[in-house]
Nanobody
Framework: QVQLVESGGGLVQAGGSLRLSCAAS????????MAWFRQAPGKEREFVSAIRWSDSNTYYADSVKGRFTISRDNAKNTVYLQVNSLKSEDTAVYYC?????????????????WGQGTQVTVSS
């Protein structure tokens, strides 16, 4: 049973930074893809970033490219999302997702496993 637990969200001023963590357990994740999505109030869940565990290939939404960085720590089975230069429009619940297969990674329907989410609120 795959379990994903996010942490690191909070309230931050515009221009600030946070590091979100996603602790993964229940499987060997060396062949997995991991991703971050976010959902703002009244909006659909949207793709933020993804990483292939085996070789750290990364993918980003255009809206966060250059500001967000995804990474992983093999020893801790944890994926991180460093979020810098935060804007009010980054306010959302951020979700971690995992899947063993390659596919339409920017679609939330592709992903099999989800965490419970962590709230990021950016004040202007």
């Amino acid at each position: 049973q795959v379990q994903l637990v996010e942490s690191g969200g909070g309230l931050v001023q515009a221009g600030g930074s946070l590091r979100l963590s996603c602790a993964a357990s229940g499987r060997t994740f060396s062949s997995y893809f991991m991703a971050w999505f976010r959902q703002a109030p009244g909006k659909e869940r949207e793709f933020v970033s993804a990483i292939r565990w085996s070789d750290s290939n990364t993918y980003y939404a255009d809206s966060v490219k250059g500001r967000f960085t995804i990474s992983r720590d093999n020893a801790k089975n944890t994926v991180y999302l460093q979020v810098n230069s935060l804007k009010s429009e980054d306010t959302a619940v951020y979700y971690c997702a995992a899947d063993e297969t390659i596919g339409p990674i920017r679609s939330d329907r592709h992903w099999d496993y989800w965490g419970q989410g962590t709230q990021v609120t950016v004040s202007s």
